[in-house]
């Protein structure tokens, strides 16, 4: 990274200048990026445009193909990448993605200032260190033991199965550190055992573009233990999160628990871990609850939440961030944002993380 220097203080009184307007020109904060970014660029370093913005252009070009052609062009040339965040009460974040995935780059989202902080100070490596660029994953499930699955969430992440070797058709991009889980909900065959699925990432180098892979895989014997069990924190994490957003979306995953169960598993997690961002989860989710008026699970005292059919066991399984499974399929090729190593852990997941030194 560039050292500051003498100029620390410039950039500071800049930075204590710039004030909010009316309206947004995405388009003219891209064209001053990367202006700057090519003006500057040094070939062997990081060069990566970070716009912020709410992303509703309304102002200045408005057409998202004029934008995203400049984008794509100094990406071509010059490597330059693009770290879209996120501010605003009201934030575009359909158009943010389009615009980091023609940039090579990832999105996030900031609205308070420790928030900020944890952005571009705690996790700035990790925003602009490429450790692999074009992630993919595919995940191949067995049909002897699997009856049906669905991939939850990621439904534009979709990459066909012939284009998960073909490294022209762009990927994600990861940086040091990142680990982002995809998770699925499985319904096993009853009475079947062995082998379930098996996920593969694949990557390109980022210094040499030199493609690699790995794989993973994960039996039925993984899959016994209740995922609220005692040790799966991180899986437990993931899983709240999941069925959360899923609800506030309408959507309808087997086995989801009440609200009000969700924030006390919350709850349960950040009393062991001391995470403030764990509580804020908990507190949204029981902000839900209220707004939606939802009772409690049924496996609490007067609840009346929902669980999954008799005798026809859900499992949650853990692969890449990804794209939708397209229906009951032997095989799904997700383009993934993040993770060049796999690793099967006894959460029964599969989980894929970028290292915090090049692979």
């Known amino acids: 990274m560039t050292r500051l220097g003498e100029a620390r203080n410039r950039i500071r009184d800049v930075v204590d200048?710039?004030?909010?307007?009316?309206?947004?020109?995405?388009?003219?904060?891209v064209r001053t990026g990367y202006d700057v970014a090519v003006e500057g660029h040094r070939e062997g370093a990081t060069n990566r445009v970070v716009l912020l913005s709410d992303a509703l252009a309304n102002t200045g070009s408005t057409e998202a193909e004029t934008i995203l052609a400049r984008i794509g062009e100094e990406r071509r040339e010059y490597g330059i990448t693009l770290f879209g965040v996120g501010v605003g009460s009201e934030f575009g974040d359909a158009f943010m993605e389009r615009l980091a995935d023609r940039g090579d780059g990832q999105t996030t989202y900031v609205s308070n200032a420790a928030q900020a902080r944890k952005v571009f100070v705690d996790q700035l490596p990790a925003h602009v260190e490429l450790r692999a660029r074009d992630a993919k994953a595919q995940v191949a499930f067995d049909r002897r033991?699997?009856?049906?699955?669905?991939?939850?969430?990621?439904?534009?992440?979709?990459?066909?199965?012939?284009?998960?070797?073909?490294?022209?058709?762009?990927?994600?991009?990861?940086?040091?550190?990142?680990?982002?889980?995809?998770?699925?909900?499985?319904?096993?065959?009853?009475?079947?055992?062995?082998?379930?699925?098996?996920?593969?990432?694949?990557?390109l180098d980022p210094a040499t573009r030199a493609?690699?892979?790995?794989?993973?895989?994960?039996?039925?014997?993984?899959?016994?233990?209740?995922?609220?069990?005692?040790?799966?924190?991180?899986?437990?994490?993931?899983?709240?999160?999941?069925?959360?957003?899923?609800?506030?979306?309408?959507?309808?995953?087997?086995?989801?628990?009440a609200l009000g169960t969700l924030a006390r598993h919350a709850d349960a997690i950040a009393e062991r871990s001391g995470s403030a961002v764990v509580r804020e989860l908990a507190e949204s989710v029981r902000r839900a609850e209220a707004l939606r008026g939802l009772a409690a699970d049924p496996s609490e005292p007067g609840?009346?939440?929902r669980g999954a059919a008799p005798g026809r066991p859900v499992q949650l399984g853990v692969s890449r961030r990804s794209c939708r499974a397209r229906g009951v399929r032997h095989r799904t090729s997700p383009r993934c944002r993040h993770s060049p190593t796999l690793r099967v852990d006894s959460s029964s997941a599969l989980r894929c993380t970028a290292p915090d030194t090049a692979p």
């Not at 039996?219 to 993931?238: E, V």
């Open 17 to 29: 200048s710039l004030a909010t307007g009316a309206s947004t020109n995405v388009e003219a904060g």
């Open 303 to 305: 609840g009346t939440g």
């Open 211 to 257: 493609p690699r892979e790995r794989s993973g895989t994960v039996a039925t014997g993984a899959l016994t233990a209740d995922i609220w069990g005692s040790g799966h924190d991180s899986l437990q994490l993931t899983a709240i999160a999941a069925y959360f957003a899923d609800v506030l979306r309408g959507g309808s995953l087997p086995g989801t628990p």
């Open 145 to 203: 033991t699997v009856e049906r699955f669905r991939l939850i969430g990621y439904e534009n992440r979709e990459v066909a199965d012939e284009d998960f070797r073909n490294d022209r058709v762009d990927g994600g991009e990861i940086g040091a550190g990142h680990t982002v889980t995809a998770l699925y909900a499985v319904r096993t065959r009853p009475g079947a055992t062995g082998p379930v699925a098996t996920a593969t990432v694949r990557w």
